[in-house]
């Protein structure tokens, strides 16, 4: 009885198999792996799981390159495609909102997979149905990640919204990358921007009006969540046209956000801490910065990209992608005069730099607004050592600026 038992599972098994083959993939295990192959790549390469590989559908190299819509280089020699399962390709027969004359789009579903160094097969990691894809505008290079790649694509849906779907490959496995708790977001644009090594910011053009706000630019600034393996909200900063020049703004930045990769939306990024103190005796805001007397073009050898070069109340200024900005003297060796970092990029808030810094030097606040001065921002004065730190903030006491010099007064 029990004889007859296991020979109806095992024929059952093998009919289950069948049943789960689909067009030219099929399941099968990879050849059997010494040990020492299992534990490592043997090269220096990031390891394979093969054991996990051999449980999922598999085809040749030859057939994947037969169906390849993209692939992606990831690693030295291991490499991720895009295919073909089910769809068409046509050329677009004129100019439109998400394509041009002779590019290729897509329409159909498509599956991944990942090709490991050194083998002709590649391993199915997922399907997508229903895709729709400009071939000549989705993809991008992978990008450097947490000890990985990012891949991603954007899906057109009209002529200023895209979606953005992104993965990220790690020690040989291949993840959907969460956003919140989405799939894909909503962007306005095809290019990816990855920050200080934890944050990904994007956005979006609204060309209506909405409870969210007016016609503009929507930013979002991502954090990654390396235990939940995805990124979440962080900061959201809005350029719209019910903002007194916001909609001009906006277009400002998000021209210099495509044109410098380097350039970003400001958001609270810093901590000032006790530790400034010592800084600002050296003639720096950051531990690792700019000083005080510096030659600019010492800066600007280390930065040689820079978003404005102007002057502001009669002083020469670069402004530095990113929250600094570095006044300068023209004469002799051009050293640095000013260094101001800007309010929008700290975590602080005004109350929390008082207690830092305690009683000003001399201070301009509202008690002292007569309305002679002529100005919009309210400030504190702080003597330390021989530096000068201005602190500058608003009505509703938000900070606006940091300010660095020597005693001038």
């Not at 020492?36 to 790549?41: A, C, L, M």
């Not at 801490?273 to 003639?283: A, N, Q």
Request: hydrophobic content about 30%; glycine content about 10%; aromatic content about 14%.
């Amino acid at each position: 009885m029990k004889k007859n038992q296991v020979l109806v599972l095992l024929v059952s098994l093998f009919l289950l198999s069948a049943c789960q083959s689909e067009g030219d993939g099929n399941l099968a295990e990879s050849p059997p792996l010494s040990e020492k192959e299992e534990q490592s790549g043997g090269d220096g390469s990031p390891q394979v799981d093969r054991k996990m590989n051999s449980t999922k559908e598999m085809k040749t190299l030859e057939e994947i390159n037969e169906k390849a819509l993209y692939k992606w280089g990831v690693d030295e020699g291991t490499a991720i495609f895009l295919l073909n399962e089910m769809g068409s390709i046509e050329e677009f027969d004129g100019d439109y909102a998400i394509g041009s004359q002779g590019e290729r789009q897509y329409n159909g579903d498509v599956a991944l997979y990942v090709v490991p160094k050194g083998e002709k097969n590649g391993y199915l990691q997922t399907r997508m149905k229903d895709v729709y894809l400009n071939l000549d505008r989705a993809f991008s290079d992978p990008y450097d990640f947490k000890d990985g790649k990012l891949i991603a694509w954007v899906q057109p849906e009209a002529s200023n919204i895209n979606t953005l779907t992104m993965w990220h490959y790690r020690n040989g496995k291949l993840e959907k990358v969460l956003f919140d708790d989405n799939d894909a977001i909503t962007v306005s644009h095809y290019q990816m921007k990855l920050l200080k090594d934890d944050f990904l910011q994007t956005y979006a053009y609204n060309n209506f009006e909405s409870d969210e706000g007016g016609i503009g630019w929507y930013y979002t600034t991502w954090k990654w969540d390396e235990t939940a393996g995805k990124f979440e909200t962080y900061h959201e900063k809005q350029y719209t046209d019910d903002v007194y020049y916001g909609w001009e703004t906006g277009e400002r930045i998000t021209k210099d956000w495509h044109e410098n990769n380097d350039d970003y939306v400001l958001f609270p990024e810093l901590t000032i801490t006790e530790t400034i103190l010592d800084h600002i005796k050296e003639g720096k805001l950051v531990e690792v910065g700019v000083r005080l007397d510096q030659s600019i073009d010492s800066v600007l050898a280390v930065s040689p990209t820079y978003k404005d070069h102007d002057y502001y109340e009669g002083g020469r200024y670069y402004s530095i992608p990113g929250p600094f900005t570095y006044f300068y003297n023209e004469g002799g060796t051009r050293g640095v005069s000013f260094i101001t970092l800007s309010g929008a990029s700290l975590t602080n808030d005004l109350e929390s730099i008082k207690d830092l810094f305690g009683e000003p030097e001399s201070s301009y606040g509202p008690e002292d607004d007569d309305g002679t001065m002529m100005v919009d921002y309210y400030w504190f004065n702080y003597l330390i050592g021989d530096k000068q730190l201005r602190v500058e903030y608003d009505e509703n006491e938000r900070i606006s600026g940091l300010w660095l010099s020597g005693n001038w007064q």
